[in-house]
């Protein structure tokens, strides 16, 4: 049995005591986006239910056109006007570098890919530049409540990037 | 007080019952790509718990250039084997054409979008068109766990696009 079909098994379990279907707004009008680390629950970390708000997730939690896209759509369509970014520490991320990340798969495959691994030296900093990016966007009509947090992987803390 | 804060609130509960760190490699191998829908919590859906998976998620739940990035990220550096996709029933992406997305933004500030919306009108036809994009990509080594499914947001559960 895969991974995938014991999931599925979990599936069943779920449905069984569902109750729905609740709206398609977010109720609570927010946005997060967050790096998919494993260790990150972002329904646990920010104790939100089903129905509460977007949650947009990537490879370092990074803003990059794919995230515009989906915080526009957010906004403009789905009613959220704050957005919560999330990075993490002790992030896969840091440990190694665009050009190398790059090259190798240019080595394994023959084809170097033409898009960035957005990889960061600090993470820190790239929060700054992720709240940068949005700050800068067109494309996003609500930013006065964008805010940016490490997330501590060993205490379960959000702390907040100035 | 902003949403923000009160979510923030949230995390010191969670904080204070957190046990850590767990390991930077996904315990289940696997990576979820679902969309952003707020009724579409990854975690219960699938009984994951914190360190069991990557989650990547947007606006759809589609896959675009970010999507391969993190995936490649995920399967190369972080030992990922296998891949399952999320769309849901009541999509949002339903409701509008590109086209009217775009333009509606170009009236609002001037500037049209160069990236798609990637709205589409029919959600299992998507699944599809994602899967295809998966295993025609030349970065994501691990093609023979991808599947995709359609969740119900009536009942909980999530039926296989085949």
Redesign the interface.
Known sequence: M???DE??A??????AS?T???P????????VLAC????????????????????????GGVV???????L???Q???GTT?I?LIHHT?C??L??TDDE?RT??RR????K?A????AFPDVEDDVRQSLARIRTS??I?HRD?V?GFVFD??????NEVR
Chains 1, 2 share one sequence.
Do not use: C, Q
């Open positions: 895969s991974v995938t999931l599925l979990n599936n069943a379990e779920y449905a569902f729905g279907p609740l398609l707004p977010p109720a609570k009008h927010v946005a998919m680390d494993a260790r990150l629950n972002v329904y646990g970390v920010l104790g939100l239910e089903e129905g509460d708000a977007h949650v947009i997730r990537n490879a990059t056109e794919d995230e515009i896209r989906s526009a759509i957010s403009r369509l789905l704050e919560i002790d896969g991320m440990t190694f990340f190798s798969i394994d495959t023959g084809v890919p898009w960035s691994s957005e067109p494309f009509p409540s805010r992987v060993a205490t379960g803390k959000l």
